[in-house]
């Protein structure tokens, strides 16, 4: 099927996939565990190690939803990211299987640190048909429902982590560069904290559905936090993402049900967000404390934020797929030269400073690449929600000013779906430096943010004229 320009409105897949009469509105959710073996290596960090304890299991969770007209599915994976093979080739199976569009299923990662890698085969293969699989049983669960949404503020655990320093004080970057004007993660506490470089969203989103009766079928939230890790030596999890689920399902009194309740935390544009306060100092936690006390301050936010929804028996759906081209990065001639000496000498047994050793390889790496790809963007409207997609960790001020421009109020904003390309800042933020704006860090060019945000909006635009 075609992706580029494929708006899927989908009626014809509805009718063969025995849909209802276009005046119900149905609703299914389902999940399939993804929890990898002991042994392979957690990701999430420069330094790697093999995971030795599963601490929480890792899912993939969904939800579907049908107008009588339109489905769509929105699928969460408990996974650091995963290449665009993963997206593109599960959701292939799920149209052949479904006939179900692609094109109207969203799939995303947290982007939590405490998993293993879905670029390594055997569990990209593991994870590409479970996300499939968890799709086809949340439409086998399809069954009549209303739906309803809301947002609610949780601002303690939001903190940009980029700060401007006092001049001089900025260490020099990987490429030897002294340019840089913001750091990622100062010091805590350090005298030489000037001001955060960029804003915060602490808005929750949440779209809920529930049985005619008042039972809860599943719910979608969206909340704008990288993670906040703190888990106990190699261990597996999926962080404060399925904390807030567990929490979620509790305090809606949503246990043992059949078919079963399904909480989704899905990860909003947290590229330059975290859980720490750089002006106070560190707290003493327990392994997984910091997570748990996210978790449940959000859920509490969330549950204050559900109990005011108004429930509608129907609303309109629909979605856009489609692909944005960009170019690619490409190192300067004096960068590729220099990352190619430090490679040398590592050859030669010189080992180099961690970061410049990592960097050199990607420099390299990066001066291969095509000077351009086509990259997926999505769009969804569920009544009067709006829902975007970036295959990146967008800054977050990127989807605050989409939220302000949409024409849907509420709309969410979905980071790492469809894949991942790395970071994605603002043009005014690539000047300032810092990691996320390394070549390597960052693998797009300089204008990406903007002919995405103007992408998307149009995108929005058409989704809002068809009623």
């Known amino acids: 099927m075609k992706r580029t320009g494929m708006i899927a409105w989908a009626s014809a897949a509805a009718l063969a996939l025995g849909a209802c009469a276009a005046d119900t509105f149905r609703a299914g959710a389902a999940r399939g565990n993804i929890t990898p073996e002991l042994g392979q290596a957690i990701v999430g960090n420069f330094l790697t190690s093999p995971a030795n304890h599963v601490h929480d299991d890792l899912w993939v969770r969904c939800i579907a939803l049908d107008d009588g007209t339109t489905r769509v599915a929105f699928v969460v994976c408990d996974l650091l990211q995963f290449g665009r093979e993963v997206s593109d080739e599960a959701r292939r199976l799920v149209q052949e299987e479904t006939g179900l569009p692609a094109g109207n299923i969203l799939v995303s990662a947290i982007h939590t640190h405490s998993g293993t890698s879905a670029y390594q085969d055997a569990y990209r293969k593991v994870v590409v048909r479970r996300i499939a699989d968890t799709v086809r049983c949340a439409l086998n669960n399809l069954a009549p429902a209303r739906i309803g949404w809301a947002t609610a503020s949780e601002p303690r655990h939001v903190n940009n982590r980029r700060w401007y320093l006092k001049p001089g004080t900025v260490p020099a970057n990987p490429f030897g560069g002294t340019n840089d004007v913001v750091k990622m993660n100062p010091d805590r506490c350090s005298k030489d904290l000037?001001?955060?470089?960029?804003?915060?969203?602490?808005?929750?989103?949440?779209?809920?559905?529930?049985?005619?009766?008042?039972?809860?079928i599943a719910l979608f939230a969206n909340y704008t936090l990288h993670y906040v890790g703190g888990v106990r030596g190699s261990d597996i999890s999926a962080d404060y993402f399925g904390m807030f689920n567990d929490r979620m399902q509790e305090l809606l009194g949503a246990d043992r049900q059949d078919p079963p309740f399904i909480s989704?935390?899905?990860?909003?544009?947290?590229?330059?967000i975290n859980n720490i306060d750089f002006t106070r100092p560190?707290?003493?936690?327990?392994?997984?404390?910091?997570?748990?006390?996210?978790?449940?301050?959000?859920?509490?936010k969330a549950l204050a934020a559900y109990q005011t929804i108004q429930w509608r028996d129907r609303v309109t759906l629909g979605a856009v797929f489609e692909e944005i081209e960009l170019k690619y990065r490409r190192p300067t001639p004096e960068q590729l030269e220099r990352a190619q000496a430090i490679l040398d000498l590592k050859k030669a047994g010189t080992e180099p400073k961690l970061l410049e050793g990592i960097y050199a390889?990607?420099?390299?790496?990066?001066?291969?690449?095509?000077?351009?790809?086509?990259?997926?963007?999505?769009?969804?409207?569920?009544?009067?929600?709006?829902?975007?997609?970036?295959?990146?960790?967008?800054?977050?001020?990127?989807?605050?000013e989409l939220k302000r421009r949409s024409p849907f109020k509420p709309t969410f904003v979905v980071e790492l779906a469809h894949g991942s390309f790395g970071y994605l800042p603002t043009p005014e933020q690539h000047k300032l430096g810092g990691y996320e704006t390394w070549l390597g860090s960052n693998r797009l060019e300089v204008e990406a943010s903007p002919k995405m945000i103007?992408?998307?909006l149009t995108m929005l635009a058409r989704l809002q004229k068809r009623e």
């Open 194 to 216: 000037v001001k955060p470089a960029g804003p915060t969203d602490p808005e929750i989103g949440l779209i809920a559905v529930q049985t005619p009766e008042g039972r809860p």
């Open 264 to 272: 989704i935390m899905s990860n909003g544009a947290s590229g330059d």
């Open 282 to 300: 560190g707290e003493k936690l327990p392994p997984y404390g910091k997570m748990r006390l996210v978790a449940n301050d959000v859920a509490q």
């Open 361 to 400: 390889e990607r420099t390299v790496s990066m001066s291969k690449q095509s000077e351009s790809g086509k990259f997926p963007l999505q769009a969804f409207r569920i009544g009067e929600v709006g829902i975007v997609t970036f295959p990146n960790e967008p800054f977050c001020e990127i989807g605050l």
């Open 454 to 456: 103007d992408r998307l």
